[in-house]
């Protein structure tokens, strides 16, 4: 009663509420369970009820969830249970450390196990491994290093690999490095199917050391050539840089690739041919070092020692501002440009112009780029990417009226920029409600640039201008050339249903029936097909054989055998290790369609989802038409119970979430963005911060985003407030999603905000755009894969 108190008066000082009040319940209970179920396992009293049919049912529902990928539910089904007493005992309480280290709350495992005393020597070895594992995860390193040596030390027969490599990882972050290399030794010995990578790994950690025994070592991972070379050249000749042996670094880096070679250039091998007093071969160096981004901040002062010309100067300039050093990198353009020939100083002015933006000086930006902005309309051959430039300035000027001047100049040059710049024109003027004068944009940008996306573009919004206003024949003229231009354009699906839209409008339900009936056709898959599909009475799918079953062949011993690899390179922290084995696996043989097919489902089964994605489409290439099981591979459902709990608590459809995540991720929980979008459904971290609480997950922190139930409960939890922001509009949802709440609320005031089809095709972003018509062909796709989706739960 006492320990109940406790947790009931913690929970309303913390508002703590849903699965995670788990973590809180651990951390209350560790002195209780320790006192009651400690070395010596007592025997249930009438409330505890473990031995009970009860309470055996709890412990495998739980572990039914964490076999599901469910360790938050795990832990909230378990949690309460302790710590009402009535389950007890060393499975109970491992098996819910083992929930939250699925989950990685840390904290949690350390609150049930680091003062508890197992009754068994097995019990206490699982927990002193669940402790080194909390440990590390906490960055308590030292303490994490003495748990995985006494689970080592007691552990009966061979430990687990991934006991081996966790050790080696945290004696390598103690700076240990023999202590690394001797637990990756033993490795070695005990699992040679993935011994090559051992071996590499053993390789970093002699050159860490900077024990010459490495080289020896990487000659021996190059003569046996089962991982990448370079992989090994590169820890080698770092090494012998390090050991003041720059030829013997000379020679690996020359043995290895370019992409060794340049990570070498700007601290070894530059530096070593300029000691050598082979300046040629120093300066290739750091232009290397700088082309590729891969310099230090003293490569451009050493290449400039050596060459002082203007190229050099525009280089190192432009490599300065790339990497954030813009006053030096303003400093070094400046001089190019006052040494440059006339017919490069405008491209150095750009960039000069662009660090004077990143420094806040809007105005010297300007000032750099006056010799050419002095005159716009004298200008007859504009150089349209400078005049885009100075647009941005002049608007950060306040100077509006210079700002539309040089953007219309800008469209007046050539290239993708002058495109983009005359669509803009027209965009600006559609938005502001001028629809006369921005088809006659969208008709000069599309005739001025009819090879560029947005010259096709613009044809695209011509016609759909001229539908929306009503002009009926002329969207009909429009649709017509964009079919016969650009037969295998990215938007002529959507042209052909639009022709079908505009032979309906016109009274022509015989040609209107015929284009849908194409567009259906064409690719039944698509966002086109499945609108056209209620206008025809055609069943998409199954008029193109989507019904069809086949069997399954058997998994490919070759692709077994990789896969066996994959996963335990996955288990120990290497799926980048795991994914080469892919890639050599996927390259050889066998090659045949049976072959590509079994190995596509084997990887999705064991969540390799990107490359099991990859496979089905290697197989369809082979086949030429589909059929269900070619069909599931490339659409694959992993996390599917994880996934159906989230989508049902927040009241989303599972077959709109599924298809959303296919799009995020290709379900890839590890996977992150450009943006820092990650896991399964591309949670930025602040917005996954922000949502938390109010997803049951008040214990949440960052890293947890790639666990697939917290990252699903989170990113629901979000597009669940976003579409209830929104009425509940799927494509509100979408774009909000995709592109931010704040432009969906802009652009749903375009006159196209009343009708859903025509919304989507006036996003203005391509991005989200395709992303809208993405997603939902998506859902569609796995309501017809996966009717049942959220009928059963585990």
Same mark, same amino acid.
Do not use: C
């Given at each position: 009663?006492?320990?109940?108190?406790?947790?009931?008066?913690?929970?309303?000082?913390h508002?703590?509420?849903?699965p995670w009040?788990?973590?809180?319940?651990?951390?209350v209970?560790?002195?209780?369970?320790?006192?009651?179920?400690?070395?010596?396992?007592?025997?249930?009293?009438?409330?505890?009820?473990e031995a009970t049919?009860?309470?055996?049912?709890?412990l495998e529902r739980?572990?039914r969830?964490?076999d599901?990928?469910m360790?938050?539910?795990a832990?909230a089904?378990? @949690?309460?249970?302790l710590a009402?007493?009535?389950l007890?005992?060393?499975e109970?309480?491992?098996?819910?450390?083992r929930a939250?280290?699925?989950?990685? @709350?840390?904290?949690?495992v350390?609150?049930?196990?680091?003062?508890?005393?197992?009754s068994?020597?097995?019990a206490?070895s699982?927990?002193t491994?669940?402790?080194?594992?909390?440990?590390?995860?906490? $960055?308590?390193?030292?303490?994490?290093?003495?748990?995985?040596?006494?689970?080592?030390d007691?552990?009966d027969?061979?430990?687990?690999?991934?006991?081996?490599v966790?050790?080696?990882r945290?004696?390598?972050?103690?700076y240990q490095?023999?202590?690394?290399?001797?637990?990756l030794a033993?490795?070695?010995?005990?699992?040679?199917e993935?011994?090559?990578?051992?071996?590499?790994?053993r390789?970093y950690?002699?050159a860490?050391?900077?024990?010459?025994d490495?080289f020896?070592?990487?000659?021996?991972?190059?003569?046996?050539?089962?991982?990448?070379?370079?992989?090994?050249?590169?820890?080698?000749?770092?090494?012998?840089?390090k050991l003041e042996?720059p030829?013997?670094?000379a020679?690996?880096?020359?043995?290895?690739?370019?992409?060794v070679?340049?990570?070498? @250039?700007?601290?070894?091998?530059?530096?070593?041919?300029?000691?050598m007093g082979d300046s040629?071969?120093?300066a290739?160096a750091?232009?290397?070092?700088?082309g590729?981004?891969?310099?230090?901040?003293e490569t451009?002062?050493?290449?400039?020692?050596?060459?002082?010309?203007?190229?050099?100067?525009?280089d190192?300039g432009?490599?300065?501002t790339?990497?954030?050093?813009?006053?030096?990198?303003a400093?070094?353009l400046?001089?190019a440009?006052?040494?440059?020939?006339?017919a490069?100083?405008?491209g150095?002015?750009e960039?000069?112009a662009?660090a004077?933006?990143?420094?806040?000086?809007p105005g010297r930006?300007?000032?750099?780029?006056a010799?050419w902005?002095? $005159?716009?309309?004298?200008?007859t051959?504009?150089?349209?990417?400078?005049?885009?430039?100075?647009?941005?300035?002049?608007r950060?000027?306040g100077?509006?009226?210079?700002?539309?001047e040089a953007h219309?100049?800008a469209?007046?040059?050539s290239g993708?920029?002058a495109?983009?710049?005359?669509?803009?024109?027209a965009?600006?003027?559609?938005?502001a409600g001028?629809?006369d004068?921005?088809g006659e944009?969208?008709?000069?940008s599309?005739?001025a640039?009819?090879?560029?996306?947005?010259?096709?573009?613009?044809?695209e919004?011509?016609?759909?201008?001229a539908?929306?206003?009503?002009r009926?024949?002329?969207?009909?003229?429009?649709?017509?050339?964009?079919r016969?231009?650009?037969p295998?354009?990215?938007?002529?699906q959507?042209?052909?249903?639009w022709?079908?839209?505009?032979?309906e409008?016109?009274?022509?339900?015989q040609a209107?029936?015929a284009f849908y009936?194409?567009?259906?056709?064409y690719?039944?898959?698509d966002y086109?097909?499945?609108?056209?599909?209620p206008r025809?009475?055609?069943?998409?799918l199954?008029?193109?054989?989507?019904?069809?079953?086949?069997?399954?062949p058997?998994?490919?011993?070759?692709?077994?055998?990789?896969?066996?690899?994959?996963?335990?390179?996955?288990?120990v922290?290497?799926?980048?290790?795991?994914?080469?084995e892919?890639?050599?696996?996927s390259?050889?043989e066998p090659s045949t369609?049976?072959?590509?097919?079994?190995?596509?489902h084997?990887?999705?089964?064991?969540?390799?989802t990107?490359?099991?994605?990859?496979?089905?489409w290697?197989?369809?290439?082979i086949?030429?038409?589909?059929?269900?099981?070619?069909?599931?591979?490339i659409?694959?459902?992993?996390?599917r119970?994880a996934?159906?709990?989230?989508?049902?608590?927040?009241?989303?459809?599972?077959?709109f979430?599924?298809?959303?995540?296919?799009?995020?991720?290709?379900?890839?929980?590890?996977?992150?963005?450009v943006?820092?979008?990650?896991?399964?459904?591309q949670l930025?971290?602040?917005t996954?911060?922000?949502?938390?609480?109010?997803?049951?997950?008040a214990g949440?922190?960052?890293?947890?985003?790639?666990?697939?139930?917290?990252?699903?409960?989170?990113?629901?939890?979000?597009?669940?407030?976003?579409l209830?922001?929104f009425?509940?509009?799927?494509?509100?949802g979408m774009?909000s999603?995709?592109a931010g709440?704040?432009r969906?609320?802009?652009?749903? $005031?375009?006159p196209e905000f009343? $009708?859903e089809?025509?919304?989507?095709?006036?996003?203005?972003?391509r991005?989200?755009r395709?992303y809208?018509?993405?997603?939902?062909?998506l859902?569609?796709?796995?309501?017809?894969?996966?009717?049942d989706?959220?009928?059963?739960n585990?």
């Amino acid at each position: 009663m006492h320990v109940q108190q406790r947790i009931r008066r913690l929970a309303r000082i913390h508002r703590v509420s849903g699965p995670w009040l788990g973590s809180l319940l651990s951390l209350v209970l560790t002195s209780a369970l320790a006192a009651q179920v400690g070395s010596a396992a007592p025997s249930p009293g009438p409330g505890r009820v473990e031995a009970t049919t009860a309470g055996a049912d709890v412990l495998e529902r739980a572990r039914r969830l964490l076999d599901a990928r469910m360790p938050v539910s795990a832990s909230a089904l378990l @949690a309460p249970a302790l710590a009402a007493g009535e389950l007890a005992g060393d499975e109970a309480v491992l098996l819910a450390a083992r929930a939250f280290a699925d989950q990685r @709350a840390w904290a949690s495992v350390l609150g049930l196990l680091s003062e508890r005393e197992g009754s068994t020597p097995a019990a206490r070895s699982q927990a002193t491994l669940l402790l080194a594992r909390a440990y590390a995860g906490l $960055d308590s390193l030292t303490r994490s290093a003495a748990q995985y040596r006494a689970y080592l030390d007691g552990v009966d027969g061979t430990p687990p690999l991934r006991a081996r490599v966790e050790f080696a990882r945290v004696s390598y972050r103690r700076y240990q490095w023999y202590e690394a290399r001797d637990q990756l030794a033993f490795a070695e010995r005990e699992h040679p199917e993935v011994a090559p990578w051992l071996r590499l790994s053993r390789l970093y950690a002699l050159a860490e050391a900077e024990d010459r025994d490495a080289f020896a070592l990487a000659d021996s991972i190059l003569r046996e050539g089962r991982v990448p070379a370079d992989s090994a050249l590169l820890p080698a000749a770092r090494l012998a840089f390090k050991l003041e042996s720059p030829e013997r670094g000379a020679a690996l880096a020359a043995r290895a690739g370019r992409g060794v070679r340049n990570v070498l @250039a700007a601290r070894h091998l530059g530096p070593h041919y300029l000691a050598m007093g082979d300046s040629a071969s120093a300066a290739a160096a750091f232009m290397d070092a700088i082309g590729r981004g891969l310099q230090t901040p003293e490569t451009g002062p050493a290449l400039l020692a050596l060459t002082r010309s203007w190229r050099t100067l525009r280089d190192v300039g432009r490599s300065d501002t790339r990497a954030g050093r813009h006053s030096r990198g303003a400093g070094y353009l400046s001089e190019a440009l006052e040494l440059a020939p006339a017919a490069e100083r405008p491209g150095i002015a750009e960039s000069l112009a662009s660090a004077y933006m990143a420094l806040g000086a809007p105005g010297r930006a300007a000032e750099a780029l006056a010799p050419w902005t002095g $005159d716009p309309a004298s200008v007859t051959a504009p150089r349209a990417s400078l005049w885009m430039l100075a647009a941005s300035i002049y608007r950060a000027l306040g100077r509006h009226g210079d700002a539309d001047e040089a953007h219309k100049t800008a469209a007046r040059g050539s290239g993708d920029v002058a495109a983009r710049a005359a669509y803009l024109l027209a965009d600006l003027e559609h938005d502001a409600g001028r629809p006369d004068i921005a088809g006659e944009g969208f008709e000069r940008s599309y005739r001025a640039f009819p090879g560029a996306s947005y010259g096709t573009r613009s044809l695209e919004r011509l016609a759909l201008l001229a539908y929306h206003e009503g002009r009926y024949e002329e969207a009909r003229t429009h649709l017509a050339e964009y079919r016969e231009r650009y037969p295998e354009g990215e938007w002529v699906q959507g042209a052909i249903y639009w022709s079908g839209k505009v032979a309906e409008a016109l009274g022509d339900a015989q040609a209107a029936s015929a284009f849908y009936a194409r567009a259906l056709r064409y690719n039944p898959l698509d966002y086109y097909a499945i609108l056209a599909e209620p206008r025809t009475g055609a069943d998409r799918l199954a008029a193109v054989g989507l019904r069809e079953e086949e069997p399954l062949p058997d998994l490919d011993p070759i692709h077994a055998t990789a896969l066996r690899r994959m996963n335990v390179l996955r288990e120990v922290g290497w799926p980048q290790r795991a994914r080469r084995e892919y890639r050599r696996a996927s390259e050889g043989e066998p090659s045949t369609y049976g072959a590509i097919l079994a190995f596509a489902h084997a990887l999705n089964d064991a969540e390799w989802t990107r490359e099991g994605i990859r496979e089905g489409w290697r197989a369809q290439a082979i086949r030429g038409r589909w059929t269900r099981p070619l069909l599931e591979a490339i659409y694959p459902l992993p996390f599917r119970e994880a996934l159906v709990a989230a989508a049902g608590r927040n009241g989303l459809p599972p077959h709109f979430v599924a298809g959303l995540s296919r799009r995020e991720s290709m379900f890839d929980p590890e996977i992150r963005s450009v943006a820092n979008a990650i896991g399964l459904m591309q949670l930025l971290p602040e917005t996954a911060r922000n949502v938390s609480s109010r997803a049951g997950l008040a214990g949440y922190r960052r890293h947890q985003l790639t666990v697939p139930q917290v990252n699903l409960m989170l990113g629901t939890r979000y597009l669940a407030e976003v579409l209830g922001r929104f009425d509940n509009f799927d494509i509100a949802g979408m774009i909000s999603y995709n592109a931010g709440p704040h432009r969906y609320t802009r652009w749903r $005031d375009f006159p196209e905000f009343s $009708d859903e089809e025509k919304l989507v095709e006036r996003i203005p972003y391509r991005e989200t755009r395709e992303y809208v018509r993405a997603v939902t062909e998506l859902a569609e796709i796995y309501r017809f894969l996966y009717p049942d989706l959220g009928v059963s739960n585990p």
